[in-house]
Protein backbone atom coordinates (compact mmCIF):
# COMPACT_ATOMS: atom_id res chain seq x y z
CA UNK A 1 0.00 0.00 0.00
CA UNK A 2 0.94 3.51 -0.54
CA UNK A 3 2.11 5.65 2.36
CA UNK A 4 -0.61 7.78 3.59
CA UNK A 5 -0.23 11.20 3.02
CA UNK A 6 0.01 14.10 5.83
CA UNK A 7 -3.18 15.29 4.11
CA UNK A 8 -5.12 12.11 3.91
CA UNK A 9 -4.42 11.11 7.40
CA UNK A 10 -5.79 15.25 8.66
CA UNK A 11 -9.04 13.94 6.34
CA UNK A 12 -9.38 10.61 8.41
CA UNK A 13 -9.08 12.36 11.89
CA UNK A 14 -12.24 12.49 13.94
CA UNK A 15 -13.84 15.92 13.68
CA UNK A 16 -12.91 16.46 17.56
CA UNK A 17 -9.38 15.69 16.95
CA UNK A 18 -9.20 17.50 13.54
CA UNK A 19 -10.53 20.99 15.33
CA UNK A 20 -7.66 20.57 18.19
CA UNK A 21 -4.58 20.91 15.53
CA UNK A 22 -4.19 24.52 15.62
CA UNK A 23 -5.42 24.62 19.19
CA UNK A 24 -2.65 25.53 21.96
CA UNK A 25 -0.38 22.86 23.63
CA UNK A 26 -1.83 23.11 27.08
CA UNK A 27 -5.62 22.32 24.96
CA UNK A 28 -4.03 19.61 23.26
CA UNK A 29 -3.29 17.81 26.34
CA UNK A 30 -6.53 18.20 27.91
CA UNK A 31 -7.84 16.97 25.24
CA UNK A 32 -5.66 13.85 25.12
CA UNK A 33 -6.27 13.11 28.62
CA UNK A 34 -10.03 13.05 27.99
CA UNK A 35 -12.02 10.11 28.23
CA UNK A 36 -13.04 8.43 24.81
CA UNK A 37 -14.90 5.54 23.27
CA UNK A 38 -13.88 3.43 20.60
CA UNK A 39 -16.03 0.03 19.69
CA UNK A 40 -14.16 -2.92 19.23
CA UNK A 41 -15.87 -6.34 18.72
CA UNK A 42 -15.90 -7.82 22.82
CA UNK A 43 -17.69 -4.72 23.87
CA UNK A 44 -19.28 -4.45 21.02
CA UNK A 45 -21.23 -7.61 21.98
CA UNK A 46 -21.48 -7.17 25.27
CA UNK A 47 -23.32 -3.84 24.75
CA UNK A 48 -25.72 -5.92 22.55
CA UNK A 49 -26.61 -8.52 25.46
CA UNK A 50 -27.06 -5.45 27.53
CA UNK A 51 -29.51 -3.66 24.99
CA UNK A 52 -31.41 -7.26 24.95
CA UNK A 53 -32.18 -6.95 28.52
CA UNK A 54 -33.11 -3.52 29.05
CA UNK A 55 -35.34 -3.91 26.16
CA UNK A 56 -37.03 -7.46 28.37
CA UNK A 57 -40.52 -7.26 29.59
CA UNK A 58 -40.92 -6.89 33.23
CA UNK A 59 -40.82 -10.08 35.03
CA UNK A 60 -40.80 -11.57 38.28
CA UNK A 61 -36.82 -13.03 37.59
CA UNK A 62 -35.49 -10.40 34.90
CA UNK A 63 -32.92 -11.95 33.81
CA UNK A 64 -29.82 -10.69 34.69
CA UNK A 65 -25.40 -10.38 34.44
CA UNK A 66 -22.60 -10.12 35.96
CA UNK A 67 -19.32 -8.70 33.94
CA UNK A 68 -16.55 -9.92 35.03
CA UNK A 69 -12.96 -8.87 33.87
CA UNK A 70 -9.70 -8.30 35.99
CA UNK A 71 -8.85 -4.36 36.32
CA UNK A 72 -8.50 -1.70 33.48
CA UNK A 73 -10.26 -4.34 31.04
CA UNK A 74 -12.45 -1.39 30.48
CA UNK A 75 -15.43 -2.53 32.69
CA UNK A 76 -16.80 0.81 33.53
CA UNK A 77 -16.31 2.40 30.46
CA UNK A 78 -18.21 -0.04 28.99
CA UNK A 79 -21.12 0.66 31.20
CA UNK A 80 -20.79 4.22 30.86
CA UNK A 81 -21.11 3.76 27.27
CA UNK A 82 -24.08 2.12 28.16
CA UNK A 83 -25.36 5.12 30.07
CA UNK A 84 -24.66 7.58 27.54
CA UNK A 85 -26.69 5.24 25.13
CA UNK A 86 -29.76 5.42 27.07
CA UNK A 87 -29.73 8.83 28.95
CA UNK A 88 -31.87 10.77 31.55
CA UNK A 89 -34.54 12.73 29.99
CA UNK A 90 -36.76 15.34 31.60
CA UNK A 91 -39.48 12.19 32.02
CA UNK A 92 -42.40 14.36 30.33
CA UNK A 93 -42.78 11.58 27.82
CA UNK A 94 -40.40 8.76 28.49
CA UNK A 95 -38.44 7.61 31.76
CA UNK A 96 -36.16 10.23 33.61
CA UNK A 97 -33.76 8.13 34.37
CA UNK A 98 -33.89 4.74 32.44
CA UNK A 99 -31.12 3.24 33.12
CA UNK A 100 -29.73 3.74 37.17
CA UNK A 101 -25.52 3.26 37.79
CA UNK A 102 -24.13 3.32 40.62
CA UNK A 103 -20.53 4.08 40.52
CA UNK A 104 -19.63 1.92 43.36
CA UNK A 105 -20.85 -0.68 45.67
CA UNK A 106 -20.64 -0.39 49.13
CA UNK A 107 -17.09 -0.70 50.53
CA UNK A 108 -18.53 -3.41 53.16
CA UNK A 109 -21.01 -6.75 52.73
CA UNK A 110 -23.47 -5.01 54.40
CA UNK A 111 -27.50 -4.77 53.43
CA UNK A 112 -28.56 -1.74 54.95
CA UNK A 113 -25.05 -0.02 52.90
CA UNK A 114 -26.52 -1.66 49.68
CA UNK A 115 -29.91 0.45 50.36
CA UNK A 116 -28.81 3.49 51.76
CA UNK A 117 -26.39 4.10 49.13
CA UNK A 118 -28.61 3.90 46.39
CA UNK A 119 -30.96 6.22 48.15
CA UNK A 120 -28.05 8.51 48.67
CA UNK A 121 -27.62 8.40 45.22
CA UNK A 122 -31.15 9.26 44.22
CA UNK A 123 -30.61 12.23 47.04
CA UNK A 124 -33.70 10.83 48.76
CA UNK A 125 -33.96 10.72 52.65
CA UNK A 126 -34.10 7.90 54.89
CA UNK A 127 -33.71 7.19 58.67
CA UNK A 128 -30.33 4.90 59.06
CA UNK A 129 -32.44 3.40 61.82
CA UNK A 130 -35.22 1.91 59.67
CA UNK A 131 -35.08 -1.99 58.30
CA UNK A 132 -33.86 -3.27 55.77
CA UNK A 133 -37.31 -3.65 54.08
CA UNK A 134 -38.38 -0.36 54.84
CA UNK A 135 -35.48 0.85 52.55
CA UNK A 136 -36.25 -1.64 49.55
CA UNK A 137 -39.45 -0.42 49.37
CA UNK A 138 -38.39 3.10 49.46
CA UNK A 139 -35.90 2.34 46.68
CA UNK A 140 -38.51 0.04 44.68
CA UNK A 141 -41.22 2.76 44.71
CA UNK A 142 -38.32 6.04 43.61
CA UNK A 143 -37.65 3.35 40.74
CA UNK A 144 -40.72 2.91 39.60
CA UNK A 145 -41.35 7.28 39.99
CA UNK A 146 -38.22 7.70 37.93
CA UNK A 147 -39.02 4.96 35.58
CA UNK A 148 -35.97 2.47 36.13
CA UNK A 149 -35.46 -0.02 33.55
CA UNK A 150 -32.18 -1.64 34.19
CA UNK A 151 -30.12 -0.89 37.35
CA UNK A 152 -26.08 -1.28 37.29
CA UNK A 153 -24.11 -1.59 40.17
CA UNK A 154 -20.30 -1.28 39.84
CA UNK A 155 -17.44 -2.61 41.73
CA UNK A 156 -18.69 -5.40 42.67
CA UNK A 157 -15.71 -6.55 44.49
CA UNK A 158 -15.81 -4.33 46.87
CA UNK A 159 -18.35 -5.35 48.69
CA UNK A 160 -17.46 -8.69 48.75
CA UNK A 161 -14.75 -8.64 51.53
CA UNK A 162 -15.67 -9.65 55.04
CA UNK A 163 -16.59 -13.76 56.47
CA UNK A 164 -18.38 -15.17 53.81
CA UNK A 165 -21.91 -15.43 56.38
CA UNK A 166 -21.52 -11.72 55.78
CA UNK A 167 -21.56 -12.29 51.88
CA UNK A 168 -24.19 -14.50 51.59
CA UNK A 169 -26.36 -11.41 53.33
CA UNK A 170 -25.18 -8.90 50.59
CA UNK A 171 -26.13 -11.72 47.66
CA UNK A 172 -29.25 -11.99 49.09
CA UNK A 173 -30.15 -8.15 49.64
CA UNK A 174 -28.79 -8.08 45.73
CA UNK A 175 -31.27 -10.80 45.20
CA UNK A 176 -34.32 -8.78 47.20
CA UNK A 177 -33.52 -5.80 45.06
CA UNK A 178 -33.97 -7.74 42.03
CA UNK A 179 -37.24 -9.35 42.94
CA UNK A 180 -38.98 -6.10 44.08
CA UNK A 181 -37.97 -4.27 41.39
CA UNK A 182 -38.54 -7.29 39.01
CA UNK A 183 -35.71 -5.57 36.03
CA UNK A 184 -33.00 -6.98 35.39
CA UNK A 185 -29.47 -6.14 37.33
CA UNK A 186 -25.85 -5.83 35.70
CA UNK A 187 -23.76 -6.20 38.17
CA UNK A 188 -19.87 -5.27 37.26
CA UNK A 189 -16.65 -6.47 39.37
CA UNK A 190 -13.33 -8.44 38.91
CA UNK A 191 -12.79 -12.19 39.10
CA UNK A 192 -13.19 -12.23 42.69
CA UNK A 193 -17.09 -11.53 42.15
CA UNK A 194 -17.24 -14.80 39.76
CA UNK A 195 -15.71 -16.94 42.27
CA UNK A 196 -18.51 -15.84 45.27
CA UNK A 197 -20.99 -15.87 43.40
CA UNK A 198 -20.43 -19.58 42.12
CA UNK A 199 -21.00 -21.15 45.60
CA UNK A 200 -24.55 -19.71 45.08
CA UNK A 201 -26.73 -21.61 42.60
CA UNK A 202 -29.94 -19.30 42.66
CA UNK A 203 -27.85 -16.65 42.08
CA UNK A 204 -25.97 -18.69 39.34
CA UNK A 205 -29.53 -18.78 37.07
CA UNK A 206 -30.41 -15.42 37.99
CA UNK A 207 -26.93 -13.80 36.16
CA UNK A 208 -25.38 -14.85 33.85
CA UNK A 209 -21.56 -13.97 33.95
CA UNK A 210 -20.02 -12.50 30.79
CA UNK A 211 -16.23 -12.19 30.75
CA UNK A 212 -14.82 -9.15 29.53
CA UNK A 213 -11.04 -10.71 29.33
CA UNK A 214 -7.53 -9.42 28.67
CA UNK A 215 -6.54 -8.73 24.75
CA UNK A 216 -3.91 -10.56 22.78
CA UNK A 217 -1.47 -9.44 20.54
CA UNK A 218 -3.00 -9.38 16.80
CA UNK A 219 -5.01 -7.72 14.16
CA UNK A 220 -7.79 -6.69 16.16
CA UNK A 221 -5.26 -4.98 18.59
CA UNK A 222 -3.52 -3.52 15.88
CA UNK A 223 -7.19 -2.02 14.27
CA UNK A 224 -8.17 -0.61 17.45
CA UNK A 225 -4.68 1.63 17.74
CA UNK A 226 -5.05 2.25 14.03
CA UNK A 227 -8.71 3.87 15.23
CA UNK A 228 -7.18 5.33 18.13
CA UNK A 229 -4.63 7.09 16.48
CA UNK A 230 -7.60 8.78 14.75
CA UNK A 231 -8.82 10.55 17.92
CA UNK A 232 -5.08 11.96 18.58
CA UNK A 233 -4.31 15.86 17.18
CA UNK A 234 -1.58 15.11 15.48
CA UNK A 235 -1.16 16.37 11.64
CA UNK A 236 1.13 13.72 10.68
CA UNK A 237 0.15 9.68 10.54
CA UNK A 238 1.99 7.93 13.71
CA UNK A 239 0.96 4.29 12.02
CA UNK A 240 0.43 3.12 15.36
CA UNK A 241 -0.59 0.27 13.97
CA UNK A 242 2.42 -1.23 12.18
CA UNK A 243 4.51 -4.18 13.52
CA UNK A 244 7.02 -2.31 14.93
CA UNK A 245 4.84 0.44 17.22
CA UNK A 246 2.35 -1.64 18.25
CA UNK A 247 4.54 -4.79 19.59
CA UNK A 248 6.19 -1.55 21.55
CA UNK A 249 2.83 -0.42 23.22
CA UNK A 250 1.98 -3.93 23.60
CA UNK A 251 4.85 -5.13 25.56
CA UNK A 252 5.66 -1.90 27.75
CA UNK A 253 1.71 -1.57 28.40
CA UNK A 254 2.49 -5.58 29.85
CA UNK A 255 -1.29 -6.68 31.01
CA UNK A 256 -3.04 -6.78 28.16
CA UNK A 257 -5.52 -4.80 29.27
CA UNK A 258 -7.37 -1.99 27.07
CA UNK A 259 -6.98 0.64 30.00
CA UNK A 260 -3.55 0.33 29.76
CA UNK A 261 -3.10 0.62 26.26
CA UNK A 262 -5.04 3.50 25.63
CA UNK A 263 -3.20 5.10 28.95
CA UNK A 264 0.17 4.83 27.34
CA UNK A 265 -0.83 6.00 24.01
CA UNK A 266 -1.93 9.11 25.56
CA UNK A 267 0.91 9.87 27.73
CA UNK A 268 3.19 9.21 24.51
CA UNK A 269 0.90 11.81 22.98
CA UNK A 270 1.29 14.04 25.96
CA UNK A 271 5.21 13.67 25.19
CA UNK A 272 5.26 14.55 21.65
CA UNK A 273 2.35 17.88 22.21
CA UNK A 274 4.42 18.93 24.58
CA UNK A 275 7.90 18.90 22.60
CA UNK A 276 6.20 19.97 19.20
CA UNK A 277 6.35 16.74 17.35
CA UNK A 278 3.82 16.34 14.66
CA UNK A 279 3.38 12.63 15.53
CA UNK A 280 3.70 10.07 17.94
CA UNK A 281 7.37 7.93 17.04
CA UNK A 282 8.70 4.91 19.48
CA UNK A 283 10.79 7.33 21.37
CA UNK A 284 7.84 8.70 22.91
CA UNK A 285 6.35 5.24 23.07
CA UNK A 286 9.32 4.00 25.08
CA UNK A 287 10.32 6.80 27.02
CA UNK A 288 7.24 8.39 28.28
CA UNK A 289 6.03 8.13 32.18
CA UNK A 290 3.52 5.54 31.87
CA UNK A 291 3.60 2.67 34.68
CA UNK A 292 1.19 -0.45 33.87
CA UNK A 293 -1.52 -0.96 36.26
CA UNK A 294 -0.19 -4.55 37.31
CA UNK A 295 2.93 -2.73 38.58
CA UNK A 296 0.85 -0.56 40.20
CA UNK A 297 -1.03 -2.72 41.71
CA UNK A 298 1.70 -4.57 42.95
CA UNK A 299 3.19 -1.69 45.03
CA UNK A 300 -0.24 -1.46 46.90
CA UNK A 301 0.24 -4.77 47.92
CA UNK A 302 3.77 -4.03 49.48
CA UNK A 303 2.65 -0.75 51.35
Request: glycine residues 4%; charged residues 30%; aromatic residues 8%.
Given at each position: ?32 R ?27 R ?10 H ?116 G ?15 S ?29 E?P ?66
Amino acid sequence: MPPVTDEQHIAKLFPDARNMLNKSTEEKIRFVREDRWLPYAEAERLLERMDALYNMPEKIRAPSMLVVGDSHCGKSSLVRRFCDMHPKTNGMYEAACPVFYLHSCPPEPDEHRLYEVILQDLKIPFRYSDRPSKKLDEVRYQFEQIGVKMIILDEMSNALSGSTNKQRVFMNAIKNLHNAVQRPVVLVGTHEAEFVTISDPQFQSRFKIESLGRWNYGIEFQRFLAKLELTLPFEQPSLLATSKLSRQIFDRAKSGCIGDFVDLVAEAAVSAVSAGAKKITSEEILGCDFSPSSERQDSKREI
